[in-house]
Nanobody
């Protein structure tokens, strides 16, 4: 089970940190991803992180502003959102693939099998 939290209303240029707590699985076995979906748009991967945290992926639209990290001792993955923009407004989801010990980071939604419930992020201008 994945439980996302930390969303809310934020002004452009402020900061926000999303958290996703995992339970019922051995968290450190899985790469993790953060996705977002805005109204009328497809769900897109904004960031992904390897099991140990040493390899990361960012979408071009967030690279340099967002940081994904994880704490395997706390079974939690984070998404630090710095300098958010109104176009970052979306429901954000954490997700895990149905592949343990994968050497590959996945960037598309169909590669992920387990999803959190989503947390709304609204960025005002």
């Amino acid at each position: 089970q994945l439980q996302a939290s930390g969303g809310g209303l934020v002004q452009a240029g402020d900061s926000l940190r999303l958290s996703c707590a995992a339970s019922g699985v051995t968290f450190s076995w899985y790469n993790m991803g953060w996705f977002r979906q805005a109204p009328g748009k497809e769900r897109e991967c904004v960031a992904a992180i390897s099991r140990s945290g040493d390899v990361t992926y960012y979408a071009d639209s967030v690279r340099g502003r967002f940081t994904i990290s994880r704490d395997n001792a706390k079974n939690t993955v984070y998404l630090q959102m710095n300098s958010p923009k109104p176009e970052d407004t979306a429901v954000y989801y954490c997700a895990a693939p149905n592949v343990r010990f994968s050497p590959t980071l996945y960037y598309t939604a169909h590669d992920y099998a387990f999803w959190g419930q989503g947390t709304q992020v609204t960025v005002s201008s």
